[in-house]
């Protein structure tokens, strides 16, 4: 066994622990916690696949927005301490038929898979890549969405200024 496969042991230990603990904690709070530590794996193993934007997105995108949005919104609620989650007998069955089929799906897909690569050149980084593609071949569609973002911030703000008035 090498470093590489025992980092994603590592990385893949952590995801699976820490979904399983999002899933099955009573504390809200916590829930968001662990699931900050699934993000985390996540993008540990997508270094390891080589997709090193792919990460910088997930820790970008994930964490830094969505899960610290999510955290804001639990701990401003004024009655969070009230939440109760709901666990019952009567979604076990439908909870169970859809892992089988999902665990179906991805034997499926991991026993067909070819997974010996022959690299014979030394790969590029995907980011490397994705620059190239994006300042050379969509470089006006790059823009444009540019400016179509910067409208949508414009209008996001004068909406809210409006609101306050």
Known sequence: ???YDLIFYLFATLTIVSALMVVSSD???R???YLLATFFGVSGIYV???ADFVAVTQIMVYIGGILILLLFGVMLTSNITNVEIKKGTAK???AVIGIGVLLGALVSVMTRTKWKLQLTEIPQTTSFEL???LITD???IFELLGILL???LIGAASMARREQE
Do not use: E, Q, T
Request: no cysteine.
């Open 138 to 140: 969509y470089v006006l």
């Open 131 to 133: 620059g190239k593609l």
């Open 31 to 33: 829930s968001a916690f």
């Open 1 to 3: 066994m090498s470093i």
């Open 27 to 29: 504390n809200i709070v």
């Open 48 to 50: 390891l696949l080589g």
């Open 150 to 152: 910067l409208i949508a």
């Open 92 to 94: 076990i069955l439908p």
